[in-house]
């Protein structure tokens, strides 16, 4: 049986990032908000009446990322976490970080996700002062929204050149 690595697969056209070890363990969350009004009681037991507001969205959290180049003598943060570390910045021409699927051989654990929070340190150094093995303490990923079903994942932005020629078609009409 061979070995599948864990990988989150961009949906935007970017990088997909590999694990470089599997991880041992995925921690789920799932949260349904609610309120309790103080005011309200029930009539047999006399606890406050519940009321459900909605759902917060999925989030995954894996601890404890192994990543090691000394072998190679490799920068194992240009190698390994800086893909990591775009996960966490605002994918270019976008107002959003990157989407992700979180996947791991045939089970899809989330469809559509970011990466929320990145927690690394760097554990090990070559004499020249070189990173050659990084920890990733806690990766939590977050449930994103489907796209809307007339718009791809990959929808740019306008730019101001197009920004701009709408506005003078705008002035025009409007001078009419």
Same mark, same amino acid.
């Given at each position: 049986?061979?070995?599948?690595?864990?990988?989150?697969?961009?949906?935007?056209?970017?990088?997909?990032?590999?694990?470089?070890?599997?991880? $041992?363990?995925?921690? =789920?969350?799932?949260?349904? +908000?609610?309120?309790?009004?103080?005011?309200?009681?029930?009539? @047999?037991?006399? *606890?406050?009446?519940?009321?459900?507001?909605?759902?917060?969205?999925?989030?995954?959290?894996? $601890?404890?990322?192994? =990543?090691?180049?000394?072998? +190679?003598?490799?920068?194992?943060?240009?190698?390994?976490?800086? @893909?990591?570390? *775009?996960?966490?910045?605002?994918?270019?021409?976008?107002?959003?970080?990157?989407?992700?699927?979180?996947?791991?051989?045939?089970?899809?654990?989330?469809?559509?996700?970011?990466?929320?929070?990145?927690?690394?340190?760097?554990?090990?150094?070559?004499?020249?002062?070189?990173?050659?093995?990084?920890?990733?303490?806690?990766?939590?990923?977050?449930?994103?929204?489907?796209?809307?079903?007339?718009?791809?994942?990959?929808?740019?932005?306008?730019?101001?050149?197009?920004?701009?020629?709408?506005?003078?078609?705008?002035?025009?009409?409007?001078?009419?």
């Amino acid at each position: 049986m061979q070995l599948v690595k864990a990988e989150l697969k961009c949906l935007d056209g970017g990088s997909d990032i590999k694990f470089m070890f599997n991880p $041992n363990q995925l921690a =789920f969350e799932g949260v349904v +908000e609610t309120s309790e009004n103080p005011g309200a009681r029930t009539q @047999n037991k006399g *606890k406050p009446k519940v009321s459900f507001s909605n759902i917060k969205a999925y989030k995954i959290t894996i $601890n404890n990322i192994l =990543f090691d180049t000394y072998e +190679e003598g490799d920068n194992v943060v240009k190698k390994y976490i800086d @893909n990591f570390k *775009k996960a966490v910045e605002f994918s270019p021409g976008k107002e959003r970080p990157p989407i992700y699927r979180f996947v791991w051989g045939e089970q899809i654990y989330l469809r559509r996700c970011m990466v929320e929070k990145l927690n690394y340190k760097l554990t090990m150094f070559l004499p020249n002062g070189t990173p050659v093995r990084a920890v990733i303490d806690s990766l939590t990923l977050k449930e994103a929204d489907e796209p809307k079903p007339n718009q791809s994942v990959a929808t740019p932005n306008p730019s101001n050149k197009t920004r701009q020629t709408d506005n003078m078609k705008r002035k025009s009409r409007n001078k009419k």
